[in-house]
């Protein structure tokens, strides 16, 4: 819920590419990826994770998780944000391995 803390953390360049099965979304720019975390996390949580040996998060929404999120960070910010999510995606996949203990 903290737009300006989270403007804070991200790069001004920030990349976000999802993919939730169907076609690749790429989103520029740390205030359009700003206001789109700001409706992602609106009904979900986050659970901290290591995701491809960087930091990430596992997402949930009503305690099934729904998304997986790797971050790249370059000198204190994030630059790049690479997320899958739906069931095309997930499926199959072992969450919990990701969760941080």
Do not use: M, Y
């Not at 903290?2 to 360049?13: C, M, R």
């Not at 995701?51 to 998304?67: I, N």
């Amino acid at each position: 819920g903290d737009f300006a803390g989270l403007l804070g953390v991200l790069d001004p360049n920030v990349v976000l590419r999802t993919d939730d099965g169907g076609a690749l979304e790429i989103i520029e720019g740390a205030r359009t990826v700003a206001t789109r975390a700001q409706f992602f996390s609106a009904t979900r949580e986050a659970h901290p994770a290591i995701v491809d040996g960087t930091a990430g998060f596992v997402a949930t929404e009503a305690g099934v998780p729904v998304a997986v999120l790797a971050f790249t960070v370059v000198d204190g910010r994030i630059a790049a944000i690479d997320a899958f999510a739906g069931p095309a995606r997930l499926g199959g996949v072992d969450l919990e391995a990701f969760v941080a203990k």
